[in-house]
């Protein structure tokens, strides 16, 4: 279970530091643009909130969605900032972008046009892709991941 959640992935230090930038920068983009305003306006925001329409997620009231997303937003995208159960983190992360584009945004156009600024998927889509990213390469040796995680052999890859 350690291996799993704390995995580092790489430790080559060239692809460490970009993945370093890429977890740190691509995370509070998301944590300060999105998930911080999303919880200071829970209140406003917790009525009208999309839920999803697929089992078994269509089961949870507008709040409760709310919160998730909250969770994914701010919580996921602090872990994946520190490099702590990064591959998890960007799991939801990842996942919660994938609601949000093909749920929320549906019916949307693919691409930002100019009157219709949030009506499309590509924001949630290029938020995704450094997630899909996260997942496969892991925190790297810059992240708690790797200083709780130490593997014994080398690997190869």
Not at 2 to 19: N, V
Not at 38 to 54: A, E, N, S, T, W
Not at 56 to 73: D, G, Q, R
Not at 84 to 97: C, E, K, Q, Y
């Amino acid at each position: 279970m350690k291996k799993f959640l704390f995995d580092c992935g790489t430790r080559d230090t060239t692809a460490s530091l970009g993945i370093l930038a890429l977890r740190v920068l691509t995370g509070l983009m998301m944590l300060i643009g999105h998930g911080l305003p999303k919880f200071r306006d829970y209140g406003v925001r917790k009525d009208l909130f999309y839920v999803p329409d697929f089992f078994p997620l269509h089961y949870m009231s507008p709040p409760v969605s709310l919160a998730a997303a909250i969770a994914a937003e701010l919580v996921a995208a602090a872990l994946i900032i520190l490099g702590l159960a990064t591959r998890p983190a960007a799991f939801v992360l990842g996942f919660s972008m994938v609601v949000a584009a093909f749920g929320f945004h549906g019916a949307s156009a693919w691409f930002v046009s100019p009157p219709t600024i949030f009506e499309a998927k590509e924001l949630a889509l290029l938020y995704l892709i450094p997630m899909i990213a996260i997942i496969l390469t892991g925190g790297g040796s810059f992240s708690l991941d790797a200083a709780i995680y130490k593997e014994g052999k080398r690997r190869r890859w």
